[in-house]
Every structure is written in C-alpha cells, then in structure tokens.
C-alpha cells in the first residue's frame, strides 16, 4: 500500500526567508500525480501545487515549487519569499493509479514577523 | 462557479445518535470524496462516490455510511455516535477523477459529547 510521509510537524521560517517542506512517499507505481494542499487556520483548504509523475521538469506557481525525485520517491514543497498569509497546515498527497489519494500528516508552518 | 458547500458547519450530538452531513458538489463535479481529519489522526480517506456509485473505501467501520444523489450531491451518515467521531469532516470534489485535482469544501466540524 501507498503511503505519504511529512516527517516536519512544524516548521517556522522568518518572513521573505525562504523554507523547504518535505515529502516523501512509497508505491511501487510508476504513473501517480503528487499534490501540496494548504489549509489556512480555520480556512478551507486549498491546492497549491500539482506534479504529474511522467514529467520530469519541476512544477512551479509563482512562489511555490517542488523539487521532484522520483528515482528517491521525495517531493519537498519550497515556498520562497514567505509573507504571513503562507502560514498553514500543508499536506502532501498521492493519487494512486487506482484513483485513491493518500495524504501525509502534514506540517504546520509558522511565519514569523 | 460556485466551491463546494457543505452542511451544517458545526453539529453537536451525543453518544449513541446517529448524523447526516451533506455536500454539494462544485457545479459539473460529479466525484466526491469524504475525509475526517484529526489533530492526531490527520486526514483519512472515509469513501468517495462517482455517479451514485461508491469507487473506493477507506477503513473505517460500517457506521460510517454515505451516498449519492443524481444531481451529485452526496451525504454520510454516521451511526452510534462515539466520542472518537469527533472531527472535522471535509468533504472534496473533482471531475473528471482522473484529473486527480480535488477542491475542497470548508468541512463541517462535528463534537460528540
């Protein structure tokens, strides 16, 4: 079976600093789409990020990107130039071949001022 | 286009009652998925429906049931409440399901006294 782990709980990171969140997972699939979601305090949550496992090149938005490598199963999620709205729960999720999707535990990040 | 709704956004019950919680779908979304999501737990898969049929299942037990409508609205039940049901219930929409890109709605957070 699939699984999703965040090993940071928390994590904090100085504003306009930029900070690493990391991801790795375990399948035995080749094909599978890796997510970030974000869920703000008591706010609905939100997809940041989205990689497709057949491409190679990193997807980016804007300030958020991931470094992908999948030979090492590992998707970190950078968040550059951190402003106060990025402060979250941020979760890493896998869409199986067989259409389940499995998130991690999540890792809460603090922005501090 | 309208995001996803979910009702109530807060539900009070006690042991031994049994719940209903309702989700409408993003219009055109005919995939919905259900979580609970824990401090201590995170967030777990509960079933998720496409075109009135459930497509997968997590573990959960059979208390946990859910359903859904030909317009795609879907709702879950819960029966003899425990305490340990208290949790936040998202619910989640996509289509079609091999996008795998779900949106989220603001969940209903459920406490069981």
């Known amino acids: 079976a699939q699984t999703v782990t965040q090993s940071q709980p928390e994590m904090s990171v100085q504003e306009a600093e930029t900070v690493t969140l990391s991801c790795t997972y375990d399948t035995s699939e080749s094909d599978y789409y890796l997510f970030w979601y974000k869920q703000p305090p008591s706010r609905q949550m939100i997809l940041v990020i989205r990689q497709e496992a057949y491409k190679q090149q990193n997807a980016t938005e804007n300030r958020f990107s991931v470094n992908f490598q999948k030979a090492a199963k590992s998707f970190s999620l950078k968040i550059s130039d951190s402003q106060l709205g990025d402060a979250a729960m941020y979760f890493c999720?896998?869409?199986?071949?067989?259409?389940?999707?499995?998130f991690g535990k999540g890792t809460r990040l603090h922005i501090l001022p | 286009k309208a995001g996803v709704t979910q009702t109530p956004r807060y539900l009070i019950k006690t042991r031994g009652q049994q719940v209903t919680l309702s989700c409408s779908p993003i219009s055109g979304h005919r995939s919905v998925s259900w979580y609970q999501q824990t401090p201590g737990q995170g967030l777990q898969f509960l079933f998720e429906y496409f075109s009135e049929t459930q497509r997968n299942k997590g573990n959960f037990p059979g208390r946990f049931s859910g359903r859904q409508f030909s317009n795609s609205r879907s709702e879950m039940n819960v029966s003899t409440l425990e305490l340990g049901d208290s949790a936040l219930y998202l619910c989640a929409t996509r289509d079609p399901p091999s996008t795998g890109t779900q949106y989220f709605g603001p969940g209903t957070r459920l406490l069981v006294l």
């Open positions: 999720a896998y869409r199986s071949g067989d259409d389940k999707i499995i």
